[in-house]
């Protein structure tokens, strides 16, 4: 039997644009006059911005990394599935995964050497250039060459961004008057790299086999809820590390949201690797109240938790989730079973996170309980679900396009902005002129919202001409 064509998840690509286009918007916007707390990390509240790990709540900004992880786990079954299609050996394809969690570590470690505000509190012109400069280096190391370019053409291409980015790396200074360091890196890409490596090689391992899939979270549950007892084999496990600038199992907690998302990404290849490559449309109808739905669980949840309203939110969650299932309970279209399926599992996670919530004093972010992990799965489904709908169902893909642009090619939008659009503003007096207007809440959520906003079509026209970085 031959398999029907592939088609690309735009709604996963999308979801994966709007994580991190949020993430960016989150670190752009200035601290100078707040604005209100629901627009900040919960635990590092205006007007003083000092972190507080005992205040329980989250935020939209809460949400931003996990949906890049959720992201990142449902690609596993895309990305790994066609390398087994394609004949590729197993060892192969393990080195591939290792190759991946090397490189970005390397990513994290060079972007934070080569961000201008790690060079110095104050840029000057020469720390700008120098982010400028990194950011044309990193073109040279991942950026994916068409196949047409001879193999010597590649190779020296990307020798000489690591031999650049080499001699660069030797040179630089720091304020405290270090140089390089192992030690000094963006620990949103180490994160990412541990969980892509083990999240990686655990769905390798467990695509036939669900169920061992969910035993290995009930593992890491284990060990999650014991590491803290002293005298323990547990908690020297959760400590031992021979590159601890690389990796600690404390990162292996992501994978509470990286495998759920590579259960939902199975459901995903599933449903787009179908025969029936262009489902009936569902009602119209049913679908828009769908997407009310799903956007309505992700307001109410981080709204409820954020005014420590748990009880209402716990009900009025059950419910819009009872109205969701009742709502597809008759659709027998392709999508609509899809979304079934999709749906059973996004509430169980949000249930089960909002069953923990009392646990651990609260859901956090900072330190994570396992409240926050199990949430953010169920509202990256529901955030999946509602993109979905508008791409596949009402095939309204030109409204979100930005968010998929952006999501394919997500390295250059997570990097772009420290190295490209800020240094452009400070260069030609862009932020100064910012800088003299009145201080006020609303010109910091301006200059974050142009700074994404320009990060975002930066990335778009990389993407239109495909020119995508890969690690």
């Known amino acids: 039997m031959i398999n029907a064509p592939q088609r690309r998840a735009d709604a996963l690509d999308a979801l994966r644009g709007l994580a991190i286009l949020l993430m960016i918007l ?26 507080n790990p005992n205040l329980p709540g989250i935020t939209w900004v809460d949400l931003v990394f996990p949906l890049f992880l959720f992201s990142m786990g449902a690609a596993f079954p895309f990305a790994l599935q066609k390398k087994i299609d394609s004949g590729a050996p197993q060892w192969k394809i393990l080195l591939q995964i290792l190759q991946r969690g090397v490189l ?23 720390d700008w250039m120098t982010g400028m400069l990194g950011f044309v280096l990193l073109f040279q190391m991942l950026l994916r060459l068409p196949a047409s370019v001879p193999v010597w053409i590649r190779a020296a291409v990307k020798a000489a961004g690591y031999g650049g980015s080499a001699l660069l790396l030797a040179v630089l200074t720091y304020p405290n008057g270090s140089g390089f360091s192992v030690g000094r890196s963006d620990i949103i890409i180490i994160v990412l790299a541990n969980t892509a490596v083990f999240g990686s090689l655990i769905w390798l391992w467990t695509r036939n086999a669900l169920l061992v899939r969910l035993g290995i979270l009930g593992v890491l549950l284990a060990l999650r809820l014991t590491q803290s007892v002293d005298g323990s084999w547990n908690q020297w496990l959760w400590a031992q590390s021979a590159f601890p600038w690389a990796y600690k199992l404390y990162y292996l907690q992501y994978l509470f949201i990286v495998i759920p998302g590579s259960i939902a990404g199975d459901l995903m290849r599933s449903y787009l690797h179908s025969a029936e490559t262009e489902p009936a449309r569902p009602h119209s109808g049913s679908m828009s109240i769908l997407l009310v739905l799903m956007l309505m669980i992700v307001v109410i949840t981080v709204t409820g938790l954020f005014m420590r309203m748990t009880t209402v939110t716990v009900i009025v969650d ?61 509202l990256a489904i529901m955030a999946y679900v509602a993109l979905s709908i508008v791409i596949d169902v009402f095939r309204r893909g030109r409204v979100v396009a930005l968010l998929v642009q952006n999501g394919q090619n997500p390295m250059i939008a997570y990097i ?9 503003m400070a260069l030609t007096g862009i932020d100064a002129a910012i800088g003299a207007l009145p201080q006020a809440a609303w010109v910091g959520l301006a200059k974050g919202t142009f700074i994404t906003a320009m990060v975002a079509i930066l990335t778009s026209f990389f993407t239109k001409k495909k020119l995508f970085w890969r690690t």
């Not at 989150?26 to 627009?39: D, E, Q, R, T």
């Not at 970005?104 to 020469?126: C, D, G, M, N, R």
């Not at 772009?416 to 452009?424: K, L």
């Open 416 to 424: 772009a902005g420290a190295t490209v659009v800020m240094p452009v």
């Open 318 to 378: 059950s419910v819009y989730a009872v109205c969701a299932l009742f709502l597809l309970s008759n659709d027998r279209t392709t999508i609509g079973r899809h979304y079934q399926d999709l749906l059973r599992w996004g509430i169980y996670w949000l249930l089960l996170g909002l069953c923990f919530e009392a646990f651990e004093g609260g859901i956090k972010k900072d330190h994570p309980t396992l409240s926050y992990y199990f949430v953010m799965d169920g």
């Open 26 to 51: 989150s670190g752009a916007i200035h601290y100078i006059v707040p604005l209100p707390a629901w627009m900040y990390h919960a635990q590092v509240p205006p007007p003083a911005f000092i972190f």
């Open 104 to 126: 970005l570590v390397w990513f994290a470690i060079f972007i934070q050497h080569i961000k201008p505000y790690s060079l110095h509190p104050e840029p000057t012109w020469l």
